[in-house]
Each structure stands twice: as structure tokens, then as C-alpha cells.
């Protein structure tokens, strides 16, 4: 009894650190330039799909290069589709990361076909190892660990150093920034590239976990995470982590909790406790300061 | 008189337009005619889709599933006692005995689109912006898994097969114009005119008086219904229904029609439809390749979706009322004198 706790308890903390982790490049990119970037997941898929196009070469060249394609991808995005939209609506600009989205999966499709590969990623982090008794993955340790680490060190880089303070800035209200010197363009590729970081890190253990790349498994994980990002409060960097954790945890704990025949509907539970947080609190779990419309 | 004639001139060069590249679709080959089919239902979709949006400016993900409802409500009050028996052998025995002819259960999908619509335009018309979009998602999500877990009902995972193929070229034009003459009228109304009020400025139309949640519902469960119609008309062209059918892809079909054609009219709605019909067509031809000599060339399969996306992109970017500019067809015979 007590190790199917322990174990569904890991379970709900690395499902909940992978989507903290996706909300939070969500996050950061909305913080700067009010964009909800749907194309995330396609950075997620890049990654995927270069570390099979590396898989020959020695593990830091793999890692290196699947990092550097999702950072790439990020930037180029970013310079290409979403600059010259910069003072558009946040309606506009969703709509226009739903195309980017759909234009990069759609021609991945056209080179490598849409069938899901098999890839044997870092297969040592799949074996178990026994913690006080209970049988628990490695890989599930080790993204849990991960997670609290690039939260932490994220949460540094915002509180501590000079570009980390002008993103603060820049989020809390952009014009004022750049009125006091901000630079824009320097301050958004530096978040883009940030999140390509993130989905790159949240790649490589989703592709170790499930060993599989396909086109479409960033969007599975980004359109979880965005909900969550909403929840927590869009614009809030805390907000962001803590509503990806929040809504990643609640769906493995009612894997664990709920009559197995009601399993099937748990992501209808979920939405539906998402839709009560978005009609209750509007402004997310918690409200990001600036984001309100003055009149 | 001739005021009168300018104000409805829109509703008729629209219909006119449709009815020409239908007529002039009758006379083609068997493929193209179910393209043209394929391409109302398209249409009909995207002016469900854009009663709700174009008039209130909240972007919906959540049509997608209206049609899903329509569709499933259409094809169990249609099929045949004994493919439901097959297909659904735990249905409910009152519904499993129902055979309906098909135009009462088409209006019958649509008003319980329309009621989910009302349902849950209740509480999620209040929001505003980009949550109200989110919200419409997760309509779009729950619907999505319920169907496709109520395996009682809805076959779940299974396709139903069996209903009844009655949607053609003219019966999908005649329901295309219904949903055209429905948004046009909508639009002319005065509700309609206090919601565009409150997509221009929504602080300033609440200080005005107007109520932007109870008018955003009427644009809801209008919007709903046409939605509803068009899920109908898409099962009975099919003849099968499949829950996959109504997801995420649709979803993006509908929305970059909209976008494309540019949201602000039903104009832009109705052009969004035929062009991007028109354009599919033709690299659907690309990608069956065009033989030169011995030589054939082809683009490779899914070009057409990729370079859908990119025009949605280039359309943004450049032209972001898209095509028609959220315009209105005007008058072409003079200005108009005051």
C-alpha cells in the first residue's frame, strides 16, 4: 500500500516537472511579448528529431546538437514570424504561433514521414533502483531532480543578474522598459532562446522516458502545459510553473484515484477543473502584475 | 428602394457567386463535384464559426466540437435499428428504435449544438480575450474525450457506418446559403451591432449600456447551431462518423479558412472558404503530379497542408484582415447617395 503511494506520488511530482518545465517556456515568452507560442512543441520536436539524426555520434555531441537545433529553431521563429507582429493583438499573435506550429510539423512531414521512430535515448536512466524499500525508476528521480534544478537556476537568472532583471521588467511592462532602456530585440531573442533551452531539456526526458520521436509530441505536451500556464496566471513565471505542475500532477493522480471505468475520462475531469479555475479566477492562480488594461 | 437593395446586396453576391461555381461544378467529374461538396460543408463550418467570432473578436477553438455533437446526434436519430444494433449493441433501447428522416434529424443536431453552445456560453461568456479562447478549448477537449469514451453511445474509439448519404452538390449549396442568409441576417440585427460594439472597444460599450454577455451568448448559440449543421452535413457526406474527425485538424482547417478570408465579415468568411477550397484542389492535382513526356513531376504528399500553413503565416503577417479586409462585397454600380 505505502509503496503504490511513494510510487504514484513520483509519478505526480516528474509528470507534473515536465509540464512545469513546457508551461514555463510558455510563460517566459507570453512575460515578454504577450505571444502564446503554440510553436513550442515544435521546438520540442526539433529536439526529438535531432537527437535521432545524431544518435551515432558520442552523448555530449547529441545532446549539444539536439539543444542547439531547438535554440536555433527559437530564434529563427522568433526573428522570422513573431517580430514583425510585435505591437499586433494577443489574438493576432496566437493565431499566427498556431501557423508557425502547423507549418513546422506539417514539414517535418514532408522530409522524415509521420510514422512515430523508435530511438533508444540514455536507455541506463530506465532501470530501477530500490529506495527504502519501493522499486523506483531512475529516469523519474532524475527528471524530477532536473525540474527543480532549471527552476531554480531560471529563478536565479531573473533575480540576480542585469538581463534577468530587464526580462522582470520588460514583462511587467514593455514600453516603460524600453522607455528606460531596455533593449527589446536583445531581451525576446534571450527569452526565445531560454525556452528553446527548456523544451529542448523537457525533450530529451520525454524521448528517454517513451523512447519514441514523432511529429507530433510536442503538441500533446504544449497544449497541457498552455492550459496550465492560463491557470496559473498568464504573465506570472510562478504562476506558469506552478499551474504546468498542477495540472500535470491532477491528471496522474486521477489515473490513481478515479473507478477504472471512469479512467478514460480524466482529461474530461481535468479540462473541467480548468474551465472552474478560469471562471473563478480569471486572472490565474496567481495574477501577474501590469497585465491588466488600463483605460 | 435601391438603399434596401445595397443593404441586402452582400447576402446576394455572395449566393450568386456560390450558385455559379456550383452550377458550373455539376457538369464535372464525379471527383470534383464531392471536392465541391466537401468544400460547403467547409463553408458552412466557417460561417458558424464566424457569426460567433467575427462579430464579438474572441477567437473560439471550441466549434469543432458543435459539429462533433451535430454529427453524432444526426447520425444516431438516422441510422438503421439494425446497424445500431451492430454497432451500438448497449445503446439505450428508445434510441436504438428511432429511424428519423433526415432533414428533422439534421435540425435536431443543430439545436443540440445550439443548446450545448447555450450551456456552456452560460458561464464562459463572461470571460474576455485570450482566456475565453482557452476556455472555448477546453470545451473543445471535454467534448472531444466524452465522445470518444462513451462507448455506449457514441462507439467510442469505433466509427459509426451506415447513415445515410444524402449530401450532394445542391442539397450542401442549399444548406450553405441557409447558413449564409442565417449569419447575414444575424448580422443586420441589432444585437449583432452592440456585440461589433463591444469587439471594437469592449470598456467603452459596456459604458454605453450594452449587456456584452448576454448578447456574446446569442452569438454562441447562434454560432453553435450553424456549427451544429455543419458536423450533420459532414456525417451524412462521409457516411461514417469518427470522433478523430473532430479534432485538432478541423479545428485548424476552420480557423485558417476564417483567418484567411479575414475574420471581420462574412465576406472574408465565405471567400476564406472557396479560395482555400480552390487552392487545396490544386495541390492536391500537384501532388498527383503532372506527367511530361515520360517524366512525371509531383510535390510530395502533405504539401498542401504545409503550404496551407504558410499562407495562414504570410497572411498574418502582411495582410492580417486577410483577404476581404473585413469588408463587406460592395455595391458595384455608383456610391451610394445619402
Not at chain 1, 33 to 52: K, P, S
Not at chain 2, 42 to 58: D, I
Request: hydrophobic share 60%.
Amino acid at each position: 500500500m505505502i509503496d503504490r503511494i511513494i510510487q504514484t506520488l513520483v509519478d505526480a511530482l516528474s509528470v507534473g516537472g515536465l509540464y512545469a518545465l513546457t508551461a514555463l517556456g510558455i510563460g517566459l515568452i507570453f512575460g515578454v511579448m504577450r505571444l502564446i507560442n503554440f510553436a513550442h512543441g515544435e521546438l520540442i520536436m526539433v529536439t526529438g528529431y535531432a537527437l535521432l539524426a545524431a544518435f551515432a555520434l558520442p552523448l555530449p555531441l547529441v545532446l549539444l546538437f539536439g539543444f542547439l537545433a531547438a535554440i536555433v529553431l527559437a530564434l529563427v521563429t522568433e526573428r522570422v514570424a513573431f517580430r514583425p507582429l510585435r505591437n499586433a493583438n494577443p489574438a493576432t499573435l496566437l493565431i499566427s504561433s498556431f501557423a508557425v506550429s502547423f507549418l513546422l510539423q506539417k514539414t517535418l512531414i514532408l522530409f522524415v514521414d509521420s510514422r512515430p521512430k523508435g530511438i533508444d535515448f540514455l536507455p541506463a536512466l530506465g532501470r530501477q533502483i530500490e529506495v527504502v524499500g519501493v522499486r523506483l525508476q531512475i529516469l523519474q528521480l532524475v527528471i524530477i531532480a532536473v525540474s527543480v534544478v532549471l527552476l531554480a537556476a531560471l529563478t536565479w537568472f531573473l533575480r540576480a543578474t542585469a538581463v534577468g532583471l530587464q526580462m522582470r521588467a520588460a514583462a511587467e511592462d514593455f514600453r516603460m522598459a524600453r522607455v528606460l532602456g531596455v533593449r527589446a530585440n536583445r531581451v525576446i531573442a534571450i527569452a526565445f532562446a531560454l525556452s528553446g533551452i527548456l523544451a529542448a531539456t523537457v525533450s530529451c526526458l520525454v524521448v528517454a522516458q517513451t523512447g519514441i520521436v514523432q511529429p507530433r509530441m510536442g503538441a500533446q505536451l504544449v497544449i497541457i502545459a498552455f492550459v496550465g500556464t492560463v491557470i496559473g496566471g498568464l504573465g506570472s513565471l510562478t504562476g506558469a510553473a506552478l499551474g504546468g505542475f498542477l495540472v500535470g500532477a491532477a491528471t496522474i493522480l486521477l489515473q490513481a484515484l478515479l473507478p477504472p471505468d471512469l479512467r478514460v475520462f480524466r482529461e474530461a475531469f481535468v479540462f473541467v477543473a480548468v474551465t472552474l479555475v478560469i471562471l473563478f479566477r480569471p486572472q490565474g492562480l496567481i495574477p501577474a502584475r501590469g497585465l491588466r488594461e488600463r483605460v | 428602394m435601391t438603399n434596401a437593395v445595397r443593404r441586402v446586396w452582400p447576402l446576394v453576391a455572395l449566393t450568386l457567386l456560390l450558385t455559379m461555381i456550383v452550377a458550373i461544378a455539376s457538369f464535372a467529374p464525379d471527383v470534383l463535384q464531392r471536392r465541391t461538396t466537401q468544400g460547403l460543408v467547409n463553408l458552412v463550418a466557417v460561417v458558424g464559426l464566424y457569426v460567433f467570432v467575427g462579430n464579438s473578436g474572441v477567437l473560439s477553438f471550441g466549434n469543432v466540437a458543435f459539429m462533433a455533437v451535430g454529427a453524432y446526434v444526426s447520425a444516431l436519430l438516422t441510422m438503421k435499428a439494425a446497424a445500431k444494433s451492430v454497432f451500438l449493441p448497449d445503446l439505450p433501447s428508445f434510441i436504438a428504435a428511432l429511424e428519423w428522416p433526415t432533414l428533422p434529424a439534421a435540425l435536431a443536431g443543430g439545436i443540440a449544438a445550439a443548446l450545448l453552445a447555450f450551456l456552456v456560453g452560460l458561464p464562459l461568456m463572461r470571460l474576455s480575450g485570450i482566456s475565453a479562447s482557452i476556455a472555448t478549448f477546453a470545451v473543445l477537449v471535454i467534448t472531444y474525450a466524452v465522445l470518444g469514451n462513451w462507448t455506449s453511445v457514441t462507439g467510442g474509439q469505433n466509427s459509426l457506418m451506415g447513415l445515410p448519404i444524402y449530401v450532394g452538390v445542391w442539397t450542401g449549396l442549399g444548406w450553405a446559403i441557409a447558413a449564409i442568409v442565417v449569419a447575414f441576417v444575424y448580422q443586420e440585427s441589432r444585437s449583432a451591432l452592440l456585440l461589433r460594439a463591444s469587439r471594437e472597444d469592449e470598456t467603452a460599450a459596456e459604458a454605453s449600456g450594452v449587456n456584452v454577455v448576454r448578447h456574446r451568448l446569442i452569438a454562441f448559440t447562434i454560432s453553435g447551431f450553424i456549427s451544429g449543421i455543419a458536423g450533420v452535413l459532414l456525417a451524412h457526406f462521409l457516411g461514417t462518423v469518427r470522433v478523430e474527425t473532430f479534432y485538432l485538424d478541423l479545428t485548424f482547417l476552420i480557423v485558417a479558412m476564417l483567418v484567411i478570408g479575414g475574420m471581420g465579415s462574412l465576406t472574408g468568411a465565405v471567400l476564406g472558404a472557396v479560395v482555400i477550397a480552390a487552392l487545396t484542389e490544386l495541390l492536391r492535382q500537384a501532388e498527383i503530379g503532372l506527367t511530361l513526356g515520360a517524366t512525371t513531376i509531383a510535390a510530395p504528399a502533405g504539401t498542401g497542408d504545409a503550404i496551407l500553413a504558410l499562407i495562414m503565416l504570410l497572411i498574418i503577417i502582411f495582410r492580417p484582415k486577410g483577404i476581404a479586409g473585413g469588408k463587406e462585397i460592395g455595391w458595384p454600380f455608383g456610391r451610394s447617395t445619402p
